[in-house]
Every structure is written in C-alpha cells, then in structure tokens.
C-alpha cells in the first residue's frame, strides 16, 4: 500500500533495507520492530520493482502517452478468448482478445527492441494456429487504453495497470496477424484438454446458452457472458458460482478427495492425488489469479489435512497471500483478491460463533435420554443443524462481501443468503455432473449424455432460482460506491468485535469513543452531502444526457437519455454506478432520435415516474411514440410551459406557438438556480432558435452554460455568449459519428472568447458540484475550475 501512494526511487528503499537489517543483527532487544519494518519494506521494495521503469525498452518510455501505428512483435501468453457482444438487435458480434509478452515494435521506418505486456483487440475470430506461446507480429494502432467516460463506468485502464499491462493495440482485422518463427506445430496440453473438455461437457446438449454457461462454471469459459445474461445472477448475489475461485477449487478438491477416500485411498495419497489435479485444472482454465490464489490456499489445507496437521482457517488464510504477495504484489489491488480474502477472513471470524449459535438453539432437551429420541425426530435435527450451518455460512460470506460489492458492482443484494441456501447446492450438483461427463468422456458417450442433460437440468434451476429471487421487493438495490474510508470501518467493526478484541474494560472504552467518533464523521459527511448538488453532463453518441442529483432525490432529473444503444452501454451502468433505481422524472428537450430514442428501454429498465416535454410537438417517430407510451396514464406525462417554473428549473424556451419549423429551432431551454449558481441548458438549440431566445428574454447570465450542437449552424453565437456572461462553457459533443464533433472553426471562436471551454469528446463527462459555498465543475480528464 505505501508502494501504491508513495513512489520512492527503488535505490534509496533497498538503501533503508540493509540499514534495518544490520541493526537488526546489532539490536537483540529490537528484533520484533526491525523485522516487522524489514517486511513492510520488503513489500514496498517488491511492488516498486514490479511497476517501475527498468528496462531502457519498456514500452513506456517509447510510446508515452501517444498514439501510434506500429507493428509489435513477441509471444502469446494465452491463447486468444472470443468476445461476444449483442447490438440493440440482438444481432451477435464476435472479437478477439489476447495478450503478448512484447520484444519488439516498428513503427514507420523505426524498428527496435521493446519490453511490456499489451493487450490486443481484433475484430472477428483468429485462426486455431494462433495459441499460447505462438510467436507473433501484429499490426494495428496502439495506445493507452482509453479512461472511463464518466464517473463510476468500468475503469479499463486502473484494471488492466493491475495485471501489468499499459497499452492496447487494436487490430483492423485478422489479416493484420502474422506469425514468427519458431513457429509451433501443437498448442498446449491444456489447450488441447479445454478443446475437448468442451466438445464433451456439449455431448447430447443445444449450443444455447445454458450450455455456454455450463461451460463457464467447469472450465472458466468467460465468453458466456454476453449481454444481460449475467445480471439475474450479480443481483441475486450468486454470480460468483461462474469464477474459478476459493469456492469452485473447494468444490472440486471436496469431490477428488470424497471419489479418492470412497475408493479407500489413504489420507496422504488424497493429498498427493488431488493436489495436482487441482493445478492441473487451475492451468486448464486459463491460470486466473483468483484460480491460482485459491488453489494456493487449497495446497495449503489439503497438505496439512493430508499429513494430519490441526487446521486453522486464519493461520491458512495468511499463509496463502504471503507467497502470492510475494509472487505479484499487484494484486492486493484487485477485486477479486479483496472480496476472497475478506469474505474468507470474516468467515473464519463469524461462522464459529454462528454455527455454535444454531447449535445451541438446535439442541436436544438434556434431561431427554437419547433412547427416547424418535428416529424421525432425529433425522428432522440432523437436517435442520446442517441447514443452519449452511445458512450461517452463507450469512457469513455476504457479511464479508457487503462493502466490497457496493464497490465494485455497484450492488447490496439483502436477498443473496437466502438464494445461495438453494442456488449453490444446485451448482454443486451441476459440476458434479459435469465432472461425471468428463470422466465418461467419449468412450461412454451414453453415460455422458446423461450426465450432460442433468447437469443442464441443473443449470436451467439455478438460472430460474437466481431470476425468481431477484423478483422478491426489496431483494437488490443499486448503491453509490462507498469510500476506502468507510470500507475500512466496516471491515475494521467486524474484525474488532468477532476476535474477541473486546475482553476488557479498557478495551470497550475505546471501543465506545471510537464509535461515537465514527457516528460524529458520518453525520458531518450527511449533512455536507445533504445541501449539495450533482449535476452531470455526459456524451452519448452524438447525443447527450445531464444527470441532476439533488438531496435525499428529492431533486432529481434526468434531462435526455440517448439512443437505445446509449442507454444500454453508458447510461445504464452510469446511473446504476450512482445508486439510481428509479428515475422520477425524465425531460426530453426535443425530438432527435440521438436524445430520445432510448426512452421505452430507460423506462423498461428503470421506471420512469413522469415524462416533461415541452407543448411544442416535433415530427419525429421515436419522440412521438415515446411521448404516447406516457400519455396512456395521463399523470405520468407533464408540460413545460412558456416561462414556468418546476423545483429549480426556469423554462425560457420554446414558447407554445412559433413558426419554426425544425426540431433544433425548438429545443428546450432551461435556467436551473442551484443555491444560488446558475446553469443554463440549451440542448442542441439551432442558431435561430439562439437568436429568438435574446429576443423574448434579458435574463439569461448564467455561471456555467451547457450546449449541444445543432444539426445545422453552431451552439452559442457571439451575441448569446455575452448575454450569458459565463464564467465555464460546456459543449456536449463526441468523438463519433464525425458530425458530431465540434468543428475547429467552432473551436477557434470560442477561444477567442477566453472562456474556459470543455469538450466532452476530450474531456469525458462533466461533473458539476453545487453547495452553498459555490460550485466545483471536474471533468474526467482531470481538469477542474471553482468558484466560491
């Protein structure tokens, strides 16, 4: 963690080190605090090596943050995963994805060696001979992989840092791959093994996508997931049945280990048998570091329960991420670490005192002797204790996950105890079956098949179980990702009171005013969040939606939402990332499909409460049939008038009745005052629709204004400009399609205005903060202005 915050030159660290370590030889009676610095600095030493510049090669100091045509050359280190991804019409679209252990790149005349891992996207399926440990030469546009375009969006870049990898390459399609020699003639053993592991478990089976997600539970096959197919089940909190993690190699170790002991194998053979196959199965499936992590933890608690060693859970735990720590220091920061260790660790904290809970409440009547004990009344306890214990631990495992999902999936799912009870013994069931099959192989191609169609049975429940689930109200919502800060306490509260911490009176003094301090910073924070506003502007394909997010929601607006594609891939992650699960009310400034062809789907996914639009009626088919959709309950369908006023927004355009004739003429013009800041939004508002604006109004100043750009003509004339008086201007465009993309004659103008300028096709969103004291305006590129 000091690594990560402090960059310290790797000379002046290793300097320290070997100064804390000869005084540690020098110092009997300070050995425990030397050692314990030598350790920290071990890892701040490890982690500064692992992302530092060394080589005179890496491809950060040849490429920078450029972008370039290049050709790389170097090594596979995975064989290319087939992407599938869906249009608004269901239509299917395959990529390729794959990394290479770069050694050398050419671009233009330049050839030279280079250093680093990219990643590398190409349209389409490559041929089977591309695999890895293949010698390539690819050709394609490389950069650093692009930022998240709003706040809360998947962080591509922060993802793939983690894993060591600073640069994408983007192939224009498979003719652009080469390979090099030596070129080899087979891929490897557990290529060949996943090939034929998948063409068994499909023995019998539809290729629909029951089977694919069988496919993803047994062998990690990731491309299962396309579109919302996944969603049932991260709602109700049993996505994790699908990663090869501590659950799936326990899985799979518990039923290697119950076969091996069935068959009267020793325990020490059981070790010996098992844990190799769960490497061998860890390397099958793509060595994914939350397969290597668990399968290191595995190791650890089949070896010491093979040679008959006392277990203990946390002693494990810790003895699993030291060596993976020390292997890749990155991975602290990733996600699936986090969320294994810490629902692991409270696990080991919680589940004791749960399980000796239930089996207290479960107990039978002490003065009872067991002779008198009915053999059903027997069997009904032994059921209800393991159900409890069961519970208890899946109560555990959501306990220890609650922060981390809300940071990472944006989710708190209440109901996911309750789902896993039923969804993880039917998953257990169906890599059972599966494992069956690949037994049998093709050689029992009967038994096969019959295992194949259970284990389908099997999935198509789990599938059903997780969508039933999520229908109960209140089973999942959608929450805004907490703070690293607030992270810590949860996680620090739990530790603090399952270790018996707690024992003394001194302690739980301490205890008592740590709380109060906590209680007495969260309510601060309440009520600094209680007077504020967000607003943010974000670009979406040629459209663009303004997010207003008051108070408690009591002032929330979503003003335009983009097309259905928009909706689907930006705008719904975005407002779900803020902890939106319901829209209550959506303003459409007019009736370009760029800005409103998504509304039925927003509405599907979300609920709209009410729909405002201006009386003007436009000519468009998306808009009309949108605005129908609402007028069927006529309290769900509002009008802004002329010059009206609704919470915080002033109406100052269109008027009901114009002679303009074009939907950009009659945009919606709005003046939202905000504590005092004003904010003027002019939608795509024509340049005679700017010129009618001046002449039916003198109030239009405004502290930050935020236009789109028109079909024809340019956003904000001179003369509009200074009736505005602003002191930020925001133009909403994009990148593509090229229409949508600010001319440079717009751009020169406006800088000669000397007006801070943004353009959210460079800039990404805008996020504009709104408190008593004055306004923040931050867009993701990292620039910012302020005013008190």
Known sequence: MLAEFFKAPPGALFAVSFVCLGLFFALKKSRPILLGALLMLAGWINLILHTAIISPNDLRDLIGNQTEIASVRGTLTQTPQIKISEDEKGNETEHSLAQVRVTGIRSGDDRGPASGKIVLSTPGLLASNFFAGQHVEVAGVIARPAAPLAEGLFDNRSYLQTRGIYYELKAESANDWQLRAPILSRPPLTDRFLNWSQHTLALGLPEDETLRLLWAMTLGWRTAFTGDVGDPFLRAGTMHLFAIDGLRIALVAGILVTLLRVLRVSRAWCGAIAIPMIWFYTAATGWEPSAVRASVMMTIVLGGWALKRPGDLLNSLAAAAFPILLWNPRQLFEASFQLSFFVMLTIGLLLPKLNDFSDRLLQYDPLLPPELISPWHQALMWLSRNLARYFSLSLAAWIGSIPLSALYFHLFSPISPLANLIAVPLGTLALMANLGAL??????????????????????????????????????????????????????????????????????????????????????????????????????????????????????????CGNEDAVNFTLKPFLRAQGVNRIPRLVLTEGDAKNCGGTSL?????????????????????????VEAFEKSPSRHSLFNDNSTNGCWRVLWP?????????????????????????????????????????????????????????????????????IGPRVMVIADSEFPAMRRASRKLTERLEQKNIPTLYTRESGAVKIVIHSAGWRLEAMDGESYSQP
């Open 655 to 723: 008027p009901a009745t114009n002679d303009f004739s074009r939907a950009d003429d009659n945009a919606l013009v709005l003046l939202g005052n905000f504590s005092g800041t004003r904010i003027l939004l002019l939608s795509d508002l024509s340049q005679e629709g700017q010129s009618a604006l001046l002449a039916t109004t003198n109030d239009l100043h405004a502290d930050i204004v935020i236009a789109g750009l028109p079909t024809q003509g340019e956003p904000l004339d001179d003369s509009l400009i200074d009736a």
């Open 439 to 560: 037994i049998c192989g093709t050689w029992l191609s009967y038994l096969t098949e019959l295992f194949n169609n259970a284990a389908w049975f099997l999935m198509v429940a789990m599938m059903d179980v997780s969508e039933w689930f999520t229908k109960i109200p209140g089973a999942y919502f959608y929450v805004r990702a907490p703070s690293w800060f607030w992270i810590g306490v949860y996680y620090g509260v739990v530790i603090v009171a399952l270790s018996g911490w707690l024992k003394t009176t001194r302690r739980k003094i301490l205890a008592m005013a740590a709380s109060v301090l906590i209680v007495a910073v969260y309510l601060a924070q309440w009520e600094i969040a209680r007077a504020q506003t967000d607003l943010t502007v974000l670009p979406l394909n040629g459209g663009h939606a303004v997010f207003v997010q008051g108070a408690g929601g009591k002032n929330d607006w979503l003003i335009d």
């Open 602 to 626: 927003l509405d599907q996914l979300f609920g709209v409460g009410e729909l405002w639009t201006s009386p003007v009626r436009f000519r468009s088919a998306a808009y009309n049939k949108a």
